[in-house]
């Protein structure tokens, strides 16, 4: 599979140059392009689950969650961003739903639309909160931090998808995604696992044995990340879920990863140095 290697390589550098153009313009702009991701991301979300008509009443609110979340990111408010979506944006899509008076998969359809919520807005927001902790903690600043955060995640599906090739043979979730093996988990976390110890000291205030740490959960939850959102897609019923980016499918199947790596990686690195 070379040539599926090489679409995925150059799908791997188009999402490193696009976040590198938006960090030498400043976090402000990294900050929406984060925003911008996420839209497309729920946006594609949507138009895969199966949706109603009166559904479509409630998709208002949910896409109004997403200007609204990475303002508060943006701005630094840690109360408001960490419960908004999980709590406010939960219950208000619940009333609108249930004013609009009809009750059949109601649970399904609230259910769906506000998992949606929490894997593309509320997860990947945490990638743009990096931007606003303060910056005399980190070498890099918030922009060191979203540059590992990327990096190492992004090099950690190419780094997976190698030794699965190479090595693999033993399958960890056959039924979920057939080319996921043990050897290209544990050979691409390793290589995650080196990388983030490299890269720690210019970009982070990890110290060593915090940087494995932070190899470790990119590593294993990248991969957590990739597997859930292959079940979803398993469950509709495709194989990508769009053909945005060349080799790789959609937003969504780039940004799967992330969806795990982004809150457990900011949390990790809050509850040390923040």
């Not at 359809?109 to 593309?120: D, K, V």
């Not at 997976?160 to 976390?189: C, D, E, H, M």
């Not at 990119?218 to 990739?226: A, H, P, R, S």
């Not at 940004?255 to 990790?268: G, I, R």
């Amino acid at each position: 599979a070379p040539g599926e290697l090489s679409l995925r390589i150059r799908s791997w550098w188009f999402m490193v140059g696009l976040f590198s153009a938006a960090v030498l313009l400043g976090p402000i702009a990294a900050t929406w392009l984060l925003g911008f991701i996420s839209f497309l991301a729920l946006k594609e979300y949507l138009s895969l689950i199966p949706t109603r008509r009166s559904d479509r009443r409630v998709l208002f609110w949910a896409y109004l969650t997403i200007p609204l979340q990475y303002y508060w990111a943006a701005t630094g408010w840690y109360g408001m961003f960490i419960i908004f979506i999980p709590v406010y944006a939960l219950l208000l899509i619940a009333a609108r739903k249930v004013l609009i008076g009809e009750t059949e998969d109601f649970l399904r359809s609230l259910g769906t639309i506000h998992w949606g919520l929490m894997i593309t807005v509320f997860s990947i927001s945490h990638a743009a909160y990096l931007l606003a902790l303060p910056g005399d903690t980190a070498p890099a600043g918030g922009v060191g931090l979203l540059i590992y955060l990327v990096l190492l995640t992004e090099l950690n599906d190419v780094a997976q998808y190698v030794w699965g090739k190479r090595f693999g043979k033993r399958k960890v979730v056959p039924r979920v995604s057939p080319n996921k093996t043990w050897a290209g988990l544990i050979g691409g976390t390793a290589t995650t696992l080196l990388l983030s110890l490299a890269c720690a000291a210019f970009l982070t205030p990890l110290s060593l044995i915090e940087a494995a740490g932070a190899g470790l959960i990119i590593g294993i939850t990248g991969f957590l990340g990739d597997v859930v959102i292959s079940a979803v897609k398993r469950d509709i019923g495709i194989k990508d879920s769009g053909s945005l980016l060349p080799g790789h499918g959609g937003i969504l199947d780039r940004v799967d990863s992330l969806t795990f790596t982004a809150p457990l990686f900011f949390h990790y690195l809050y509850y040390l140095h923040y």
